[in-house]
């Protein structure tokens, strides 16, 4: 099989979301899994986070078939494309991360605190960030305690994407401190859209605020 037939057959199973075949296809053929590992940065949204989705079953396959430092190394090459050494800037490597630990639960010690150290005072990725808290909800609670200013500080910034990203994120992660941060968003009505299990949900910013607060007033 030729490299361009193996583009093609990655991008018909991504857009397929044929997560299944194209993990066999993974370990078959190391190309296929560099062509994965290219979408995560295509301009293509759908391409893009399908293959994000696609990275993590993969990594669950290598963690349960007992190669668990394998999983460990290219996580690590995440967090390192996310520094300035990389020459680069991670654009997906929040969301991966956080789409991996989803799948491989019990590394979320170390790799959901560290998920938000590498990312939440980076602007180009800090709604990578929100995403992957959102993504991980109650998993990442006891990080976000840790990080709670720098968290928080998200809400000062007038990016409505950004306090989209960061009212859900409080929402599913149970993060009752950001209830005031919250209430002072209620009212405004930008669109927001966020990609939520397999599709793009638009809501004005004030609904991802109540979608949040009514997660959190329980709690509180």
Known sequence: MDELVVKRQVDDLLIKRDFETLVVLCEKDRRAWQEVR????SLDERLRWTAIEAT???MEKWWKSGSE????NHIRTLFWSMT????GIGWSAP???AEIIVNIPEIIDPYGGMMIA???DEPPLINGCLWGIGRLGRLITGSIDFFQERILAAFQIDDAETLGLASRAMGEAGFYPAIPYLKKISSRTEPVRIYVMGDFLVK???GWVEEALSKLIVIY
């Open 84 to 87: 300035d050494e990389s020459g």
């Open 95 to 97: 969301q991966t991360v």
């Open 38 to 41: 290219y979408r995560l940065y």
């Open 118 to 120: 590498h990312t939440i």
């Open 204 to 206: 004005p910013l004030c």
């Open 69 to 72: 430092e394998k999983v460990r």
């Open 56 to 58: 993590a079953k993969l």
